[in-house]
């Protein structure tokens, strides 16, 4: 039996090494990293069980506890499932929250079952602080911030150039009212960890400078960590200005028809053409306020005409009565003002391809 230690965190990540998370589900589900698949030593009621006799009797009292609650069948199952895992990814490792009981009782159960697995010395805890660790590099390298209206194509730029750090996609989220995802939004920490493994993945291929799409602070429910968003406030901008055909072309292929599909891929015909309808009302709802009540309820009357069109087959076209007017009317003047109060960092300008060549050759 052996451990991992932390001149071994960085193989871990880079390689993809499949892990056995042994924590509790309700850990589990807090975060965690990519890799991982979650088979517990105890499920969130014997967790809890055994905190509270801790606290009360102490440790020899908990621990005597755990092995009575799992035994018998109960463990025999769970040592099952830690095999099957082992079979499968011989190269893997497992941890629990702090590389203590958890993980070694799981080790020793695997070794009397003929499987020697090793550990994450640490365990949770170490490889979470060995990645928030990257995402403080990450805020101290250069950077440049790719900014633009509403349909310009920043994401699509960052995700193709090697040194871009693609926020919203680690996220899972576009960052508007209507920039949720059918797959649903990260964790915060699971959100911060995808970004930090993004980076050292980058970083270990010899990238040392960036690219980011202006954000705010908040993506969705995450929060862009206090260290990238404050340098991204220091760092010079470049604009893409594409023609307005050209955004409203790429967000109605993202926004509408790219999400119907999603929907009902992931849902089936009528369920998923009722989340989708429900993904675009609740995007025009969340900025009523800032529309006004007489244009919300305007743009909501064009954006029933449209999905009623749509749901028919005839075409996607009706969309531009909704979408046009809320592009011109509502985001190009918030985001033209946003961008005015940045002007002097701004460092070029010019249509995606122009600001693509800028960027690879620029020598931030």
Same mark, same amino acid.
């Given at each position: ?55 009360? *009797? ?164 995450? *929060? ?141």
């Amino acid at each position: 039996m052996f451990e991992l230690h932390s001149a071994d965190y960085r193989r871990i990540f880079l390689n993809d090494t499949p892990l056995i998370d042994v924590r509790a589900p309700v850990e589990f589900a807090q975060g965690a990293f990519p890799t991982s698949t979650n088979i517990a030593l105890m499920n969130d009621e014997e967790r809890k069980a055994v905190g509270t006799c801790y606290k009360q *009797h102490g440790q020899q009292a908990a621990l005597s506890l755990g092995h009575r609650l799992v035994s018998g069948s109960v463990r025999e199952e769970r040592v099952a499932q830690w095999l099957a895992f082992c079979r499968q990814h011989p190269e893997g490792v497992l941890y629990c929250m702090r590389g203590g009981l958890r993980s070694h009782i799981t080790q020793q159960w695997l070794k009397e079952a003929g499987q020697d697995y090793p550990l994450v010395s640490g365990g949770y805890k170490a490889l979470r602080n060995f990645l928030i660790a990257i995402n403080q590099q990450l805020a101290e390298q250069p950077m440049r911030i790719v900014g633009g209206n509403t349909g310009s194509g920043k994401t699509l730029l960052i995700r193709e150039l090697p040194f871009g750090v693609d926020l919203e996609g680690a996220a899972k989220h576009r960052g508007s009212s209507f920039g949720r995802t059918v797959a649903g939004q990260s964790t915060q920490i699971n959100f911060e960890n995808i970004l930090a493994i993004d980076v050292l993945k980058k970083q270990h291929a010899g990238v040392s400078r960036w690219a980011l799409e202006d954000e705010g602070r908040t993506i969705g429910s995450n *929060h862009v960590p206090i260290e990238i968003f404050d340098a991204m406030q220091q760092s010079r901008i470049v604009v893409i200005d594409d023609p307005f055909e050209v955004r409203l072309a790429r967000l109605k292929e993202e926004y509408v028809n790219a999400m119907c599909r999603g929907f009902i891929q992931r849902y089936g015909e009528e369920e998923g053409w009722l989340n989708f309808s429900e993904y675009l009302h609740q995007g025009m709802f969340a900025i009523r306020k800032r529309l006004g009540l007489e244009r919300y309820q305007a743009l909501n009357a064009e954006l029933d005409i449209a999905l009623e069109q749509h749901r028919r087959g005839d075409g996607d076209d009706g969309h531009e009565n909704w979408l046009v007017p809320l592009l011109k009317e509502y985001y190009d003047p918030m985001y033209t003002y946003q961008l005015g109060r940045k002007a002097e960092r701004i460092i070029f300008r010019g249509d995606y391809a122009a600001v693509r060549e800028f960027l690879i050759h620029d020598n931030a």
